[in-house]
């Protein structure tokens, strides 16, 4: 019996979220993503088709949940995206003087009623300064 193995391929936006996670994250990641080499559709389940391209959907449970969703291209796997399921923990935003500050503004942002994200949005993401 031949074992055969896949070459994976991974898209910018999933490679730059793997970057920016914990190394022991990161690490029980990738250890998933190369066992995937082997035995990518038993591995994964099936999530959705689209356009005649199947992607596949790998749940990691480590305290929070990940998510990798890839498809299967030729002789590789291409790893769409990666998903964080859990809580955002961020200990340190800013310099010290502006950290409640800017707590606040991205707590803030995540609670923002529809209409002031179309505002927003209209704006380009960028804030009007006010004169004071």
């Not at 305290?63 to 299967?72: E, F």
């Not at 800017?102 to 009007?128: E, M, N, P, Y």
């Amino acid at each position: 019996m031949k074992l055969m193995t896949f070459y994976v391929l991974m898209k910018e936006e999933a490679y730059f979220f793997l970057e920016r996670l914990d190394k022991s994250i990161r690490e029980q990641i990738q250890k998933e993503i190369v066992s995937l080499k082997f035995n990518p559709i038993r591995k994964g389940k099936f999530f959705f088709s689209f356009g005649g391209v199947v992607y596949f959907e790998k749940r990691i449970f480590s305290g929070d949940g990940y998510r990798i969703y890839y498809t299967i291209n030729d002789d590789s796997v291409v790893i769409a995206s990666i998903e964080y399921e859990g809580t955002v923990n961020i200990p340190r935003i800013g310099n010290k003087k502006t950290q409640k500050k800017d707590a606040k503004v991205l707590r803030g942002l995540a609670k923002a009623s529809k209409a002031t994200r179309k505002r927003i949005a209209k704006l380009g993401g960028k804030a009007k300064k006010h004169k004071r």
